[in-house]
């Protein structure tokens, strides 16, 4: 006898074959967002840094859209949108920009953009540097906000907390980290604390019985032994005798404090006529320390004005190697200027 299959059975079938058909369309989703996830985005080789910026307040959509402009990816909206619900990230993006390269896949650039791991530049600010130049570096540094222009000194230095004082000097020679849309005045205002906290710590401890009498006086002699030298075993001997020189009164007549007085005149060479220059900068006409820092000394410079080496020499002169020679006496110092400077060493070893 023929059986014939009931409706009910033919109800069960028939979802059951529905279900397999969605299983398997669902199994296949699942492979096919899988792959996209992992698949390298297209970002071509580029001997620069490479980066896509997202918008503040940008929606999903408008985020893919972006990539999509970028030619970075071709894949519909709800690629991205089910990856991002699998990645529990969907409502988690963060506006910035993130850094693109090659072997990028969505996947991770879904995780830098949830993290907010945005693209971090640098900045450094050059031991030696004066303030003009420091201004200058700035006005270049890529993605930052430039507000420097429209402000004076003055009113920098309000901006950053310094009150009355001038800003030379004033800033920790380091590197900062800054993202796109930080301004140049933060950077500025990072620095100044930076200076500010290393200064005072080093003033509390140090040496005994200096002729500087304020954090801002080792300051300005800092930034002298700065430009003096950049090798780290004179730094102090330097320091030493520039406070020798202060604590008698005798005047420091340092070299770069006239080419700081010459400003844009300085033609490469100090002659006779710039050592009667009319400036508090002169310290061959000014006896003491000039009015401010004549350039932004580093960690190594401000540790040695407030940890001087002790000895007897009040001269020093370059050999014209990066080094010095040290004298006690005006006389000692005669015949070596005759030596390394006038190359008239008269037998002596050089």
């Not at 945005?118 to 600010?125: A, G, P, W």
């Not at 030379?168 to 620095?191: C, H, N, W």
């Given at each position: 006898m023929r059986q014939t299959m009931h409706g009910g059975a033919k109800l069960r079938l028939l979802l059951g074959l529905v279900l397999f058909a969605l299983l398997a369309a669902a199994g296949t989703l699942w492979y096919d967002i899988s792959r996209f996830a992992e698949a390298p985005l297209a970002v071509r080789q580029?001997?620069?840094?490479?980066?896509?910026?997202?918008?503040?307040?940008?929606?999903f959509h408008a985020i893919v859209d972006t990539l999509r402009q970028r030619h970075l990816s071709s894949a519909p909206d709800w690629y991205w949108r089910v990856l991002a619900m699998r990645m529990h990230v969907t409502a988690r993006l963060h506006a910035g920009e993130y850094a693109l390269y090659p072997g990028l896949t969505p996947r991770v650039l879904l995780t830098h953009m949830a993290r907010g791991q945005?693209?971090?530049?640098?900045?450094?600010?050059?031991?030696?540097?004066n303030f003009l130049e420091l201004r200058a570096a700035l006005a270049k540094a890529p993605k930052?906000?430039?507000?420097?222009?429209?402000?004076?000194?003055?009113?920098?230095?309000?901006?950053i907390g310094a009150g009355q004082s001038k800003p030379?000097?004033?800033?920790?020679?380091?590197?900062?980290?800054?993202?796109?849309?930080?301004?140049?005045?933060?950077?500025?205002?990072?620095?100044y604390g930076s200076m500010q906290r290393y200064l005072n710590q080093q003033w509390a401890q140090r040496a005994d019985d200096l002729p500087v009498k304020s954090p801002y006086q080792a300051l300005i002699l800092a930034s002298i032994v700065e430009k003096e030298t950049a090798r780290p075993d004179e730094r102090e001997r330097i320091a030493g005798v520039f406070e020798r020189r202060l604590d008698i009164g005798m005047p420091l007549q340092t070299d770069p404090t006239i080419i700081y007085a010459l400003g844009t005149s300085y033609d490469g060479n100090i002659h006779k006529r710039d050592l009667k220059v009319?400036?508090?900068?002169?310290?061959?006409?000014?006896?003491?320390?000039?009015?401010?820092?004549i350039a932004m000394p580093g960690k190594?410079?401000?540790?040695?004005?407030?940890?001087?080496?002790?000895?007897?020499?009040?001269?020093?002169?370059?050999?014209?190697?990066?080094?010095h020679v040290f004298s006690d006496t005006l006389a000692e110092h005669n015949r070596a200027v005759a030596c390394y400077q006038l190359k008239h060493c008269a037998g002596e070893k050089r």
């Open positions: 580029s001997p620069t840094a490479q980066s896509v910026d997202i918008p503040r307040g940008s929606s945005v693209v971090q530049h640098d900045f450094t600010i050059v031991d030696g540097w930052i906000k430039h507000e420097l222009p429209s402000l004076d000194d003055a009113q920098l230095m309000q901006r030379e000097g004033q800033f920790m020679p380091e590197t900062y980290a800054y993202i796109k849309g930080d301004t140049d005045v933060s950077i500025l205002k990072r620095a009319d400036s508090p900068y002169n310290t061959y006409t000014h006896p003491g320390l000039p009015p401010t820092p190594p410079a401000i540790h040695a004005v407030l940890h001087p080496a002790a000895g007897k020499a009040l001269y020093f002169v370059a050999r014209g190697d990066g080094s």
